[in-house]
């Protein structure tokens, strides 16, 4: 399931001409007891969570959503009591009439309530609909385009205490508990209106703009909590902890807590990566670290600097192999050792996420090969680094090996994942999907597909990427017409 230094410069020059022409006073930070006190706009919070070549963007999202979260959890690890205040600004050049919410919970076996909402501190009443996933906000009046809204709410959360359902995102099992999704997310609004739909269980359930996050985690004390983010203040009172993240730009936030994490480190260029995992697993935990370590030096040089400070790996009980976050992977506990034949290749696809869905974000349930197939294409690339040509032979094997579980029929790629059936999005998303590019890749020539990639990659930083905006870019570097491998690869 889930870009150079160049672009990054560049947008140091276009920050320092903004400032130039449009000087603005430098809002005070926030007291250092109180993160939440942090004015909406002020970014200086988020900065040590980015390579230093990153941060430029900071100054780039000033519509982004900036939420302001609080996590209570309960002893039992299956309830969860929460608040939330979220800064919502209208991005579009429509006004909007309503803002949406969706509760993923209410589709992942948990419960998540939200018994009120206060829009600018006047409250309102909530309308629920979707199976309670889709929470709709009615506004008194329509918010113009560039105008924000401040909206507040407290929920609570039941944890399901079972991984069946979407491969157990959402879950307390085998003492970790899995925090995805576990707050109200605003949904993504473009050219359709609001995106909103019951996601199926074999595919990511978000589509996710970019936003900003400071969350506050009362848990137990003898927990090890990893979230997305950076910690910027913990403090402990009797059996509990109480400990603060910021985290942005990212698509989400997500927090993982268990008693029995065993923590390793090692450095990937400015990144430190950490793997999180109980000591029975601790020489396979080595071998996944070194294994992410190269593939963020890899992809960092193939696509863009990878922009975030820390990138944090956790082992959980997940029946999907890895599941990406950003900066943060989940990996099933179950392939975690060193004779694993799952391992590498897992590690490489979740960490080709981090560029592929979240730097460069897509819509996961309309067009999923956007994140998926170009993972797996990145993964096709790792190996073929690592090990030469033996490692390419080997990985596109397994690609084509997965297409040809429905007989390598040549469904088109970019569908919905709701479009799929069976065999059909594992073998043609994740396989066929994957072979695509390295058919682009020779079609275009190694050094101008490579050029693209970059190119892609730059463009659609921190934004959503689509079908067309890359085939646009692919046909500049080329000077050719990309319209016939795309008909007979891509397009339903």
Same mark, same amino acid.
């Given at each position: ?121 006047? !409250? ?7 199976? *309670?996933?889709? +929470? %709709? &906000? /009615?506004?008194?009046?329509? $918010?113009? !385009? ?7 709410? *407290?929920?609570? +959360? %039941? &944890? /399901?205490?079972?991984?069946? $359902? ?12 899995? +925090? ?313």
């Amino acid at each position: 399931m889930k870009r150079i230094a160049a672009f990054f410069i560049l947008l140091g020059f276009v920050q320092l001409a903004c400032n130039a022409l449009f000087p603005t006073a430098t809002p005070a930070p926030a007291p250092a007891d109180d993160p939440f006190a942090t004015p909406w706009d002020a970014r200086e919070i988020y900065e040590e969570g980015l390579v230093p070549s990153s941060r430029a963007v900071l100054a780039e999202l000033p519509d982004a959503s900036v939420y302001h979260l609080q996590f209570e959890l309960e002893s039992d690890m299956l309830h969860l009591n929460g608040s939330e205040e979220v800064r919502y600004t209208n991005a579009e050049d429509v006004p909007l009439e309503q803002v949406r919410f969706r509760l993923f919970p209410n589709l992942l076996g948990g419960e998540m309530h939200v018994p009120e909402v206060r829009v600018d501190g006047k !409250p309102i009443v909530p309308n629920y609909s979707m199976n *309670d996933s889709l +929470l %709709t &906000v /009615p506004l008194a009046a329509p $918010l113009e !385009p560039g105008q924000s809204v401040t909206l507040a709410m *407290d929920f609570t +959360l %039941t &944890v /399901p205490d079972t991984v069946e $359902l979407n491969y157990g995102v959402l879950a307390y099992a085998e003492g970790v508990l899995a +925090l995805a999704h576990a707050y109200p997310m605003i949904a993504v609004y473009n050219e359709e209106g609001w995106n909103a739909e019951v996601p199926p269980q074999s595919g990511d359930v978000t589509f996710a703009d970019m936003s900003f996050f400071i969350v506050k985690v009362t848990a137990p004390k003898d927990l090890t909590l990893v979230a997305v983010g950076r910690e910027i203040a913990r403090t402990e009172s009797g059996s509990t902890q109480t400990v603060t993240y910021a985290a942005g730009p990212v698509r989400d936030f997500y927090l993982a807590a268990s008693d029995d994490y065993e923590l390793i480190t090692k450095q990937a260029g400015e990144t430190t990566v950490r793997f999180y995992a109980p000591r029975s697993v601790q020489s396979g935990a080595r071998f996944g670290l070194d294994s992410a370590v190269l593939s963020v030096e890899d992809f960092s040089q193939r696509y863009a600097v990878f922009p975030y400070s820390e990138l944090d790996f956790v082992s959980t009980p997940t029946l999907a192999l890895g599941i990406e976050y950003p900066a943060m992977i989940a990996i099933t506990d179950r392939i975690i050792s060193p004779d694993s034949q799952n391992l590498e290749g897992v590690v490489a696809h979740e960490v080709a996420h981090q560029w592929f869905y979240n730097l460069v974000g897509n819509d996961q349930l309309d067009h999923p090969w956007l994140d998926e197939s170009l993972a797996q294409f990145a993964t096709l690339q790792y190996f073929s680094d690592q090990y030469g040509k033996a490692g390419y032979n080997g990985f596109r094997q397994s690609l084509e090996q997965r297409w040809q579980r429905v007989g390598s029929v040549p469904i088109p790629i970019d569908q919905p994942v709701a479009s799929f059936t069976g065999q059909e999005y594992g073998a043609i998303v994740y396989g066929r999907g994957g072979l695509f590019f390295d058919e682009l890749r020779v079609q275009m020539g190694a050094a101008v597909f490579d050029a693209f990639m970059r190119d892609y990659t730059a463009a659609f930083a921190w934004d959503i990427a689509t079908t067309e905006g890359m085939k646009s870019i692919a046909e500049k570097h080329c000077d050719c017409d990309l319209t016939p491998i795309f008909q007979e690869w891509i397009y339903p």
